[in-house]
């Protein structure tokens, strides 16, 4: 690697690209050069970090091309790139469930190519996007463009780890789990408290502080020391006096799964 800042351009203006336009836009030792997207996002991206907006087509040279369209675009993006790849260093898609195989055509051509999955929840607006210190980056590449990655990724304070030989749909499937899931359950419990005669607003504060407490207490520890409640204490009658109180069936049906699986923690 050279001190020269590497010079990116990101193709897509979704939650992922603009993040990562704002982020590495701020960033030490990268150079983003510009956006290719389409829609009132991007125009409102390129506005906000005052670079230009590009067309695919004609992407002026640079060391990467971070692809951070949906999955159903990456074959009509490589089509796209082909023509231009020997101006590229590296061209890599930001997809956790898809991996490096469709850049395989660029590959052959002499590019490095990479599959990179960034473990972050993406803000939904400009207004709200969060630093990325200590956010694992999960990199399927070669050796050069490994190093690339690790200079993009640190620029960031994130902190890059080895996809080669992981089953990506098992991953993405927990990468889903992981994150998702605490919205579902969130939810569910702010219609409990709803249901018990809490106002909505309080309801969804309740419900958030909670799930954010003991999010905090998944980095160190034995989890299972950690688990509490009336199932992990035994209290049976309790826990069906609970389960009878519940109306919707989905959410019962929920409890009953987190029931059975916090048993299955404890032992």
């Known amino acids: 690697m050279t001190d020269a800042p590497l010079r990116v351009v990101i193709v897509g203006a979704g939650k992922v690209g603009s993040t990562l336009g704002v982020l590495w836009h701020q960033a030490e030792g990268v150079e983003l050069i510009g956006v290719t997207a389409h829609g009132p996002r991007a125009h409102q991206l390129v506005a906000h970090l005052q670079i230009p907006l590009l067309e695919i ?9 971070a692809l951070c369209t949906p999955e159903s675009a990456f074959a009509a993006c490589v089509a796209q790139l082909t023509p231009q790849v020997s101006q590229f260093k590296l061209v890599m898609h930001l997809s956790g469930a898809v991996d490096r ?15 990179v999955h960034v473990l972050h929840s993406f803000a939904a ?3 709200d996007i969060a630093p990325m210190d200590g956010t ?13 990655c690790e200079h993009l990724f640190g620029a960031l304070n994130g902190h890059c780890f080895s996809m080669q030989k992981v089953d990506r749909t098992q991953y ?3 990468a889903v789990v ?14 409990l408290f709803i249901d018990a005669g809490i106002d909505a ?19 160190t520890g034995n989890i299972a020391h950690k688990l509490t409640g009336p199932a992990v204490r035994g209290e049976r009658a309790i826990v069906q006096k609970q389960l009878d ?3 919707d069936p989905k959410i019962k049906a929920l409890y009953q799964l987190m029931r059975d699986g916090l048993l299955a923690l404890k032992r």
């Open 125 to 127: 607006d400009i207004a």
């Open 101 to 115: 195989t469709v850049l395989a055509p660029l590959q052959r051509l002499g590019v490095s190519t990479a599959a």
């Open 57 to 65: 087509e004609a992407l002026p040279s640079c060391d990467v091309v």
């Open 245 to 247: 109180s519940i109306a």
């Open 178 to 191: 992981a994150s998702n899931s605490q919205f579902v359950i969130v939810e569910a419990a702010k219609r």
């Open 136 to 148: 694992p980056c999960g990199v399927d590449s070669d050796d050069i463009g490994t190093a690339l």
């Open 172 to 174: 993405h499937a927990a």
């Open 201 to 219: 607003d309080k309801a969804q504060t309740l419900a958030a502080t909670l799930a954010t407490s003991t999010s905090s207490k998944l980095y």
